[in-house]
DNA sequence: GTCTATAAACAGATAGAC
DNA sequence: GTCTATCTGTTTATAGAC
């Protein structure tokens, strides 16, 4: 019998059954490849053979191929609820009290998405998959989006609000925190052309440090411009 | 036997044969394909259907379905370059003299690529397209690079310099000018997410005016801010 | 649960009539 | 140049042995 729907990722590593075993490795062979060459690109003989697993596995476990995109995108979900746990343990739980603690705050999360969106090599194959899925709602992308985008999104205005005082579910607010995200996102899907503009090999973490300063730099300024006019 | 290579797009609508007609129905249907549901995802009897054509028109005029793929990047690469070309033709043609002018000028080109990107509807099968094939470098990637994307950045890149003093051919520039490209497509890449979260019907005129204020006043602001480290 | 074999549909490319 | 018919390989899904 097929199993239920959900599965979180990192859980069981060492006393997982063998089952558990080849499903996750079908999941992450599934969201490399997915993520490289398109859903459609990538065959399931394909993600069979990276995940040294058999064809009928896939049938088996996610019911076909297309489970196996719900499967991927529960996994993407997960992953990123993870990220996000780790970092908020890791940072002041609680919403920052004056508006200089708020911007700072703004400042470390700007600069932990472009270290993990950019130069993370997961996200190489989570970002594609994620803007595909959005370009053609399917059901994965409803998950996606109410698993991770719109918390993050919701995340980034609360602290928005307490920087600026631009209230957080303003429209302009909303918009603000879309700019950031969106330049953060388009270094990891544009890398090719911006490796080659810039004269880079790779983006690193020093290539990330000079991206990340101009956009802190960036934020910093406009945060001060939205206050000032509010004040 | 089939032709030679490339063609442009809006060289002759109405003197054109039969044959031409047949040619730009097929490059511009497999556009439409290709930006939705991906290259892997659209098949040749399908790109013909929508075109109107017969399935072995495909094999005659491009060789076969990727051939088609490069006569979609070429296609792309002469409607931008026409596109340019139009507003540099409605624009001061020439380099802006002062800093105020150059940064105003940047305004109206941030401004008109929203318009572009986000609003208009040939942008979506286009933006999709052209990331896709950015994500796996292909020679449709080399053309619509040369062609498209490093003119564009040089010119943001010209602009910059006058506007800022910093120079054109700076890491510094070249990221900011990617950062405010980088919105501006996001818009378009996470459109979905965008009308979902903003509680939007669709992106038209006033939505994507709003947006652009305010990526306007960003601009602006992180102008300020470059020109005062030089003074 | 895993694996093999196979079925049924579909892909892109091609040959040849018109 | 256009169109039809067909070839060849590949796709996903499935049935059934182990």
Same mark, same amino acid.
């Given at each position: 019998?097929? =199993? ?47 995940? #040294?697993? #058999? ?6 476990? $996610?019911?076909?191929? @297309? ?49 993990? $969106? ?13 803007? !595909? ?7 994965? $992308?409803? !998950? ?5 985008? @719109?918390?993050?999104?919701? =995340?980034?205005?609360?602290?928005? @609000? ?24 388009? $270094? !990891? ?27 802190? !730099? #960036? ?7 939205? =206050?000032?006019?509010?004040?």
């Amino acid at each position: 019998m097929p =199993r239920p729907a959900t599965k979180r990722p990192g859980d069981d590593d060492s006393a997982s059954s063998s089952a558990e075993q080849t499903r996750k490795a079908l999941v992450i062979a599934a969201l490399r490849l997915f993520g490289t060459v398109g859903y459609d690109g990538a065959s399931t003989r394909e993600i069979a053979a990276a995940a #040294n697993a #058999n064809l009928g596995s896939i049938a088996y476990h $996610f019911g076909g191929k @297309e489970g196996l995109r719900l499967a991927v995108a529960d996994y993407i979900v997960g992953l990123m609820q993870d990220l996000a746990a780790r970092a908020a343990a890791a940072s002041p739980p609680l919403p920052p009290a004056t508006p200089e603690a708020a911007e700072a705050q703004l400042s470390i999360m700007l600069e932990r998405m472009f270290g993990f $969106f950019v130069a993370s090599p997961q996200a190489a194959e989570i970002v594609p998959f994620v803007l !595909r899925e959005m370009s053609a709602p399917t059901d994965a $992308f409803e !998950r996606i989006y109410a698993g991770v985008f @719109e918390p993050l999104h919701k =995340r980034f205005c609360g602290v928005w @609000e307490m920087a600026t005082g631009e209230p957080a579910d303003s429209a302009g607010t909303k918009i603000s925190v879309f700019t950031l995200i969106g330049q953060v996102v388009y $270094f !990891r899907l544009a890398r090719q052309a911006v490796l080659r503009r810039m004269g880079w090999k790779d983006i690193g973490p020093a290539e990330v440090s000079a991206i990340a300063s101009i956009a802190t !730099r #960036n934020l910093r300024v406009a945060i001060a411009a939205h =206050r000032s006019d509010r004040s």
